[in-house]
């Protein structure tokens, strides 16, 4: 299709349409595609409102500035707006010198690190009981959430397990070459009481060769096809919902394990290994760098002075 250049404000639905074939051309995952197509239209619905004559980098940078949204999810905004304007000027969409100087406009400051949210030991031990194993779902279930608290696998790491991957390496079970977040390559512990629940299921199951979790039907059947990562989403709501937990995500259950493994006592770098981190200081972020909640600092102010405790 041969794209005439066109002014960029006030675009017709048909030119919102073009410009959303531009900025996903070539992005093939689909959690990429849904994210930056949200972004486009949060965008132009912000440019239109703002009433822009023309792209430029002090309305994008305005747009970052005025965004209330988290630091990361705003840089991932910016991230797809850049790709669409230089995308639309190789098209011939935009005038490519100011698409280029709007694409330099930096990513939104993130002030403090987002502590993110984790279970308890109690609360852990309740979600991983929630699912009683009295039928073949349930089993798959119990072992969905063994690794992920256990193991603390990513959902796409998990739906992508294959039974091949589960191996003996010195008298321990683990997961060989586990490739997972930026293409990172690692070996994963199984737990003994991990692999209990796995084997429960697989046998269960009757599952010899390829993916691991996979739906079961309501007659009971088991598909050939892996399980998607929305539905491990879903899976954990449902357990947290029964455990009486409240927001939880299966993302949350990655951060438990990192904080589990260093309450009994786990080396720094052996969980920087096991969550499969680029750099130690991020699995610091994960573990909320190591602050003690439990016992915090600002516990003993005034703890002495009678009318500033709690009755």
């Not at 066109?6 to 990429?32: A, W, Y």
């Not at 305005?62 to 905004?77: D, G, W």
Request: hydrophobic content about 40%; proline content about 3%; aromatic content about 6%.
């Amino acid at each position: 299709m041969s794209l005439v250049p066109v002014p960029f404000p006030n675009l017709e639905e048909d030119r919102h349409e073009i410009l959303e074939r531009v900025l996903l051309n070539g992005v093939s995952n689909k959690n990429t595609k849904r994210a930056y197509g949200r972004a486009l239209g949060k965008f132009l619905a912000w440019y239109n409102a703002k009433g822009y004559t023309e792209i430029s980098r002090q309305g994008l940078d305005e747009y970052r500035v005025q965004s209330k949204a988290p630091a990361a999810s705003t840089n991932l905004e910016l991230a797809a707006l850049r790709r669409m304007f230089r995308e639309a000027a190789d098209a011939g969409l935009v005038d490519r010198a100011k698409a280029e100087d709007a694409a330099q406009v930096k990513n939104a400051r993130s002030s403090g690190v987002l502590a993110g949210n984790w279970l308890t030991p109690e609360q852990a031990k309740a979600l991983l009981l929630a699912p009683d194993e009295n039928t073949l779902k349930r089993k798959r279930d119990g072992a969905i959430l063994g690794l992920l608290v256990g193991c603390g696998l990513r959902r796409a790491e998990l739906v992508s397990l294959d039974v091949g991957e589960v191996q003996m390496r010195e008298d321990r079970w683990v997961i060989l070459e586990l490739i997972g977040k930026g293409d990172r390559v690692r070996l994963v512990p199984i737990p003994a009481w991990v692999k209990e629940r796995l084997d429960l299921w697989i046998v269960a199951a009757k599952i010899t060769k390829e993916k691991i979790f996979r739906a079961v039907g309501k007659n009971g059947k088991v598909s050939c096809a892996s399980l998607s990562t929305t539905a491990v989403w879903k899976i954990v709501l449902h357990y947290a919902h029964r455990a009486g937990i409240e927001c939880l995500t299966p993302h949350d259950l990655l951060r438990t394990c990192a904080k589990l493994c260093r309450r009994s006592g786990g080396d720094l770098e052996q969980i920087q290994f096991l969550l499969g981190h680029s750099s130690i200081q991020t699995t610091e972020r994960y573990l909320g760098g190591e602050q003690d909640i439990a016992n915090a600092a600002n516990d003993r102010i005034f703890a002495r002075v009678k009318q500033f405790r709690s009755t």
